[in-house]
């Protein structure tokens, strides 16, 4: 490889994803000169990371990203429900029960949403793609001060005050920078399909429990419908298109109220896609110089919609911060970006791992097929759906508003070993 240059910014961010987008829209913000470089010569299109929760709406909407959305036509949903096999509602998240302004979640595609951050990210944001972060550069006290970058046949050096690693779960600047993270698979897989075409799709956020686990549907512009299946790592090798045909048969018996898809589902067989499903939290988020943003430090299941959410409140975190810490010229500096830092990690660890708790709380009660799991989550979805202050709670944190954490005596009235009588002792949005 022959050829290389240096350059300065104030802020490099490593990953184009919603992560790395959104922490380069938070830094235009301070007026910071920002590169984006990410490894992919264009965005690809995966079948997650579609629906945004109120608390990172309100980030976007102070952006104008959310009227981005709203001018593409984003659909609107007003709950998060977990169903039986037919349909009946066994435990609602009302969003309309929020305060004003946070009362809806958002669904749109994957790229529409990364096509809308990235729509006004102002002059003094640069994007670059196909460029890969081959390592961090350092200074003699071990500070990351900036990056080596490799693009088709030239290497580039890039200086900065902050590096930012939002190049996901397998982040290359997390292992140098020596932060833990152990990535832990669930022992399912999800399939994604997207059907058009169908008479009839869900008008909500809906999770259906049934006897191979979940099953979830939401709608998309266009009249489209996302629908996941959770499936075993094997459950679909080798099948042909009769057989495939069969199993999707077989999976609409199980869920009489996806009935309706069966047509266009079939329809969407060759086009399906299949989805690891993972967790990760890391015990750190920073080290001098350098932070985490989005899957490099956090990943969750995709059935709570809490991943891209926190990759955006996180960016918006770690801008406010920040600013807090520029003095009047408004200029970095090493001491400037690593107090920031301190904070940041202070803040949002247990902020993330609240988040973490909730998420995999709420996967495990529809997805765990052992018969432990199919009781406990069974009760704790028929408990938490009748018991209001306890739906209000989990409302709040699966919309990010809060935390409101759940004690231990709520972890009884949520499987219902305890009746609860402060039930009905909702208090005011």
């Not at 490593?14 to 590169?35: D, I, Q, Y």
């Not at 999800?190 to 956020?205: K, N, V, Y």
Request: charged share 25%.
């Amino acid at each position: 490889m022959s050829g290389s240059d240096t350059s300065r910014y104030d802020v490099v961010v490593c990953g184009a994803g919603v992560a790395g987008l959104a922490t380069a829209r938070a830094m235009s913000e301070l007026g910071l000169r920002v590169l984006v470089v990410d490894k992919q010569h264009r965005p690809r299109p995966v079948a997650k990371g579609e629906v945004l929760q109120p608390g990172a709406l309100r980030v976007l909407r102070r952006w104008g990203t959310a009227r981005a959305l709203e001018r593409r036509n984003a659909v609107r949903l007003g709950r998060l429900v977990v169903r039986g096999p037919a349909g009946e509602a066994l435990m609602a998240l009302d969003y309309g029960r929020l305060p004003e302004g946070d009362r809806s979640l958002v669904a749109h595609d994957h790229l529409t949403i990364l096509d809308a951050l990235s729509e006004d990210l102002g002059p003094r944001v640069e994007l670059r793609r196909g460029v890969l972060v081959e390592e961090a550069l350092r200074d003699s006290a071990g500070r990351v001060i900036g990056v080596l970058l490799a693009q088709e046949n030239r290497r580039s050096t890039v200086h900065a005050d902050l590096v930012v690693a939002a190049d996901g779960i397998a982040s290359r600047l997390r292992r140098a920078a020596g932060i833990d993270g152990r990535r832990l698979d669930y022992p399912h897989r999800l399939l994604s399909f997207e059907i058009t075409g169908a008479a009839w799709r869900p008008e909500d956020f809906s999770a259906y429990l049934t006897a191979r686990g979940l099953r979830l549907a939401y709608p998309l512009p266009g009249g489209r419908v996302r629908l996941y299946a959770q499936v075993t790592p094997e459950e679909l090798r080798g099948l042909d298109s009769a057989q495939l045909a069969a199993w999707a048969s077989e999976m609409l018996r199980g869920t009489p109220a996806l009935e309706p898809l069966a047509g266009p589902l079939r329809e969407s067989l060759p086009t399906r896609q299949i989805l690891p499903v993972f967790r990760l939290l890391t015990p750190r988020l920073s080290v001098p110089g350098l932070a985490l943003v989005g899957e490099s430090a956090y990943a969750v299941h995709p059935m709570a919609a809490q991943g891209m959410n926190t990759a955006i409140t996180s960016a918006d975190c770690l801008s406010g911060l920040l600013a807090e810490h520029l003095d009047r010229s408004g200029a970095l500096s090493p001491g400037v970006v690593d107090g920031a830092l301190r904070d940041y990690e202070r803040r949002q660890v247990p902020a993330l791992a609240h988040t973490a708790r909730t998420s995999d709380n709420a996967a495990r009660m529809v997805t765990d097929l052992s018969w432990r799991g199919r009781l406990l989550g069974r009760r704790a979805v028929r408990h938490t759906g009748a018991n209001p202050r306890l739906l209000r709670a989990v409302t709040y944190n699966m919309a990010g508003l809060g935390p409101v954490r759940l004690t231990p005596l709520d972890r009884l009235h949520q499987i219902g070993l305890l009746p609860d009588p402060r039930a009905h002792r909702v208090p005011d949005a």
